[in-house]
C-alpha cells in the first residue's frame, strides 16, 4: 500500500520539475544542455527501479496503482521512447529555445503514461491519459513560428478532446453498470454478469474502444494522425509515434485483456473490425504518400492495426504478442525517425522523400540504419517485425480469426509497396535532380540512436526468445489481476 509502488511516475513527475528549473535558472550553456541531462538521468533511474523491482507486485493509494511485470515492462519502454525524443530534440530549434518546457513536457506526459500502465482503477486510468495527452498538445505546438506546428497543435487538441470525452463517457458508463471503480473489482462483477443483460456494458466497451481508437490512431479515428505527425516537431513525432500508441495498448491491454477477458466474445468482433480497418486504411492512404512523416503516420495506423489483431484475440498469447510487437516496434520506428531528424538538419524539406534521393549513397550508415527499420516495419524475416507479426497473426488463427490474419498478411504485403519506394528513392534516387544540395556533420547522440535502433531490430529477431519470455512473464502478470 506504500507509494513506492508508485515511484516510476513520482521519479519521472520529480525529474520533470527539475528539469524546468534548470531551465530557468543559472548560466546561459547550463540552461540549454542542463535539462536534457537532469531528464537523461530520471529516465535512467525509472528503468532501473522496473529492472530491481521486476518480480514484485506492489498496489498504491488503495489499489489505485499497481507495479507489476506488466507496469515496469511499459515502464521501460516509455522511459526508453522519452530518452530518445530528448536525444532528438537536442538540435531542434524548438527544444533549443525552449529546453526546459520540453524536457519537462516529454516528461509529464511519460508519467502520465505510466500512470496508464500502472492503473488500477477508472479514475487514475483516466488521469493518466489526460496527463499524457495535455502535454503532448503542447509540444505540438512548440515550434509557434511555423503554422503547420500550431496547425498540428490545433487539430490534436481538438481531436484529443473528444476523443478523451468519449473515453470518459464510456468509463462513466462502465462504472454505473458495475458500480465500482476499481478494475480487478469490475472484472469479478462481470464475471457473474452479460453484456446482453446489461446495455449499459456494451455502450461502455463501444464507446472506450472508439475513445482509446482516437489515442491508439486506429482506423476510422485515424484522420489526425497524418496532420499531426507531419506538422509536430520531428522529434515529438517519434516520440508519439511510439510511446503514445504504447501507452494507449497499456490501456486496451488493461481494460480488454485484464478486466473484461472473460466477457472476450462479446466485445472480440468490434475490435476485430477496427483492426481489419487501420489495416486496409493506414497501407492504402501510406502508397501515395510523398512525405516521409505522413508515410510515417499512414504506417502508424496499418501498425496500430496488426496490435489490436492481438487484442482481438483476447488470450494470454494475443497479449504476449502486443507486448512483444511493442517493444520492437518501439526499436524500429525510432530507426526510422533518425532517418528524418538527421535530413531534416541539412535541408528545409528534409522529411520529403526527393530530399532523400541518393541519400543512402551519401551516407550508407544512416541508409543501412533506415533500411533495416523499413524491413522490419513491413515485416521481414528475420528481423523483429516478422516475429512480431507471426505472433500476432498466429494467436488470431488459435482464435478462429483466420480471416483477420489473412488481411493482416495482405496489409504487410501491400505496404512493400510504400516501405520499398522509399529504400528506392534512398539508394537508387538520382540526387542531381531530387536530392540535397549539402551535407553537414550527423549529430551522434542522433546517430547512435537510430543505430541501437537497428542494432535492436536484427538482435530481437535473431535471438526472440528472452523478449517472448518477458512479454509471456508481463502477460501473465496482467490476466493475474
Same mark, same amino acid.
Given at each position: 500500500?506504500?507509494l513506492?509502488?508508485?515511484? *516510476?511516475?513520482?521519479?519521472?513527475?520529480?525529474?520533470?520539475?527539475?528539469?524546468?528549473?534548470?531551465?530557468l535558472?543559472?548560466?546561459?550553456?547550463?540552461?540549454?544542455?542542463?535539462?536534457?541531462?537532469?531528464?537523461?538521468?530520471?529516465?535512467?533511474?525509472?528503468?532501473?527501479?522496473s529492472?530491481?523491482?521486476?518480480? %514484485?507486485r506492489?498496489?498504491?493509494l488503495?489499489?489505485?496503482?499497481?507495479?507489476?511485470?506488466?507496469?515496469?515492462?511499459? *515502464?521501460?519502454?516509455f522511459?526508453?521512447?522519452a530518452a530518445a525524443?530528448?536525444?532528438?530534440?537536442? &538540435?531542434?530549434s524548438?527544444?533549443?529555445?525552449?529546453?526546459?518546457?520540453?524536457?519537462?513536457?516529454v516528461?509529464?506526459?511519460?508519467?502520465?503514461?505510466?500512470?496508464?500502465?500502472?492503473?488500477?482503477?477508472?479514475?487514475?486510468?483516466?488521469?493518466g491519459?489526460?496527463?499524457?495527452?495535455?502535454?503532448?498538445? +503542447?509540444?505540438?505546438?512548440?515550434?509557434?513560428?511555423?503554422?503547420?506546428?500550431?496547425?498540428?497543435g490545433l487539430?490534436?487538441?481538438?481531436?484529443?478532446?473528444?476523443?478523451?470525452?468519449?473515453?470518459l463517457?464510456?468509463?462513466?458508463?462502465?462504472?454505473?453498470?458495475?458500480?465500482?471503480? %476499481?478494475?480487478?473489482?469490475?472484472?469479478?462483477?462481470?464475471?457473474?454478469?452479460?453484456?446482453?443483460?446489461?446495455p449499459?456494458?456494451?455502450?461502455?466497451?463501444?464507446?472506450?474502444?472508439?475513445? #482509446?481508437?482516437?489515442?491508439?490512431?486506429?482506423?476510422?479515428?485515424?484522420m489526425?494522425?497524418?496532420?499531426v505527425?507531419?506538422?509536430?516537431?520531428?522529434?515529438?513525432?517519434a516520440?508519439?509515434?511510439?510511446?503514445?500508441k504504447?501507452?494507449? @495498448?497499456?490501456?486496451?491491454?488493461?481494460?480488454?485483456?485484464?478486466? #473484461?477477458?472473460?466477457? +472476450? /466474445?462479446?466485445?472480440?468482433l468490434?475490435?476485430?473490425?477496427?483492426?481489419?480497418?487501420?489495416?486496409?486504411?493506414? %497501407?492504402?492512404?501510406?502508397?501515395?504518400?510523398? %512525405?516521409?512523416?505522413?508515410?510515417?503516420? @499512414?504506417?502508424?495506423?496499418?501498425?496500430?492495426?496488426?496490435?489490436?489483431?492481438? +487484442?482481438?484475440?483476447?488470450?494470454?498469447?494475443?497479449?504476449?504478442?502486443?507486448?512483444?510487437?511493442?517493444m520492437?516496434?518501439?526499436?524500429?520506428t525510432?530507426?526510422?525517425?533518425?532517418?528524418?531528424?538527421?535530413?531534416?538538419?541539412?535541408?528545409?524539406?528534409g522529411? =520529403?522523400?526527393?530530399? #532523400?534521393? /541518393?541519400?543512402?549513397?551519401?551516407?550508407?550508415?544512416?541508409?543501412?540504419?533506415?533500411?533495416?527499420?523499413?524491413?522490419?516495419?513491413?515485416? @521481414?524475416?528475420?528481423?523483429?517485425?516478422?516475429?512480431?507479426?507471426?505472433?500476432?497473426?498466429?494467436?488470431?488463427? =488459435?482464435?478462429d480469426?483466420?480471416?483477420?490474419? !489473412?488481411?493482416?498478411?495482405?496489409?504487410?504485403?501491400?505496404?512493400?509497396?510504400?516501405?520499398? &519506394?522509399?529504400l528506392?528513392?534512398?539508394w537508387?534516387?538520382?540526387? /542531381?535532380?531530387?536530392?540535397?544540395?549539402r551535407?553537414l556533420?550527423?549529430?551522434?547522440?542522433? #546517430?547512435?540512436?537510430?543505430?541501437?535502433?537497428?542494432?535492436? !531490430?536484427?538482435?530481437?529477431?535473431?535471438?526472440?526468445?528472452?523478449?517472448?519470455?518477458?512479454?509471456?512473464?508481463?502477460?501473465?502478470?496482467?490476466?493475474?489481476?
Open positions: 500500500m506504500s513506492g509502488a508508485a515511484l *516510476n511516475p513520482i521519479i519521472v513527475a520529480a525529474t520533470a520539475c527539475l528539469a524546468l528549473l534548470a531551465g535558472i543559472g548560466p546561459r550553456t547550463f540552461r540549454r544542455v542542463g535539462p536534457t541531462w537532469i531528464g537523461l538521468a530520471g529516465l535512467v533511474a525509472s528503468v532501473v527501479v529492472v530491481l523491482w521486476w518480480g %514484485n506492489v498496489e498504491a488503495d489499489g489505485a496503482y499497481r507495479a507489476d511485470q506488466f507496469t515496469h515492462l511499459f *515502464n521501460i519502454i522511459a526508453v521512447c525524443a530528448l536525444i532528438y530534440g537536442i &538540435r531542434e524548438a527544444a533549443v529555445d525552449r529546453r526546459g518546457e520540453f524536457v519537462t513536457l516528461l509529464s506526459s511519460t508519467a502520465g503514461m505510466m500512470l496508464v500502465a500502472g492503473a488500477g482503477d477508472l479514475i487514475t486510468l483516466f488521469l491519459i489526460e496527463i499524457l495527452s495535455v502535454a503532448l498538445y +503542447v509540444l505540438c505546438a512548440l515550434e509557434v513560428w511555423r503554422e503547420r506546428s500550431l496547425e498540428a487539430k490534436y487538441l481538438i481531436v484529443g478532446a473528444v476523443g478523451s470525452s468519449i473515453f463517457y464510456g468509463l462513466a458508463l462502465l462504472f454505473g453498470a458495475t458500480g465500482t471503480v %476499481n478494475l480487478t473489482e469490475i472484472g469479478d462483477k462481470l464475471m457473474v454478469a452479460s453484456f446482453t443483460d446489461e449499459l456494458l456494451l455502450a461502455a466497451s463501444a464507446l472506450i474502444i472508439v475513445g #482509446l481508437g482516437f489515442k491508439a490512431s486506429a482506423a476510422p479515428f485515424h489526425w494522425t497524418p496532420d505527425y507531419e506538422g509536430a516537431p520531428t522529434s515529438v513525432t516520440f508519439m509515434a511510439t510511446a503514445t504504447a501507452a494507449a @495498448f497499456a490501456a486496451f491491454l488493461r481494460i480488454y485483456a485484464g478486466v #473484461l477477458f472473460d466477457m +472476450v /466474445g462479446e466485445w472480440q468490434a475490435i476485430a473490425v477496427v483492426a481489419a480497418a487501420s489495416v486496409i486504411v493506414g %497501407n492504402l492512404a501510406a502508397l501515395v504518400q510523398t %512525405n516521409l512523416k505522413r508515410l510515417l503516420a @499512414f504506417s502508424s495506423v496499418a501498425q496500430a492495426g496488426y496490435l489490436l489483431i492481438g +487484442v482481438a484475440a483476447g488470450t494470454i498469447q494475443g497479449g504476449e504478442a502486443v507486448l512483444y510487437y511493442l520492437a516496434y518501439a526499436a524500429m525510432l530507426a526510422a525517425f533518425s532517418l528524418v531528424i538527421i535530413r531534416e538538419r541539412e535541408v528545409e524539406d522529411d =520529403e522523400l526527393s530530399a #532523400l534521393a /541518393g541519400y543512402g549513397r551519401a551516407r550508407p550508415v544512416v541508409g543501412v540504419i533506415a533500411t533495416l527499420a523499413m524491413l522490419s516495419l513491413a515485416g @521481414f524475416p528475420p528481423l523483429a517485425g516478422f516475429i512480431g507479426k507471426f505472433m500476432l497473426f498466429g494467436a488470431a488463427v =488459435e482464435q480469426l483466420t480471416w483477420l490474419a !489473412v488481411i493482416g498478411a495482405v496489409g504487410s504485403v501491400v505496404s512493400l509497396g510504400y516501405y520499398l &519506394r522509399v528506392r528513392v534512398m537508387f534516387g538520382d540526387p /542531381g535532380t531530387q536530392g540535397p544540395s551535407l556533420p550527423m549529430p551522434a547522440p542522433v #546517430l547512435g540512436i537510430g543505430a541501437l535502433g537497428a542494432v535492436a !531490430v536484427v538482435a530481437f529477431g535473431i535471438a526472440a526468445s528472452p523478449l517472448v519470455d518477458v512479454a509471456r512473464e508481463a502477460a501473465t502478470a496482467l490476466l493475474a489481476g
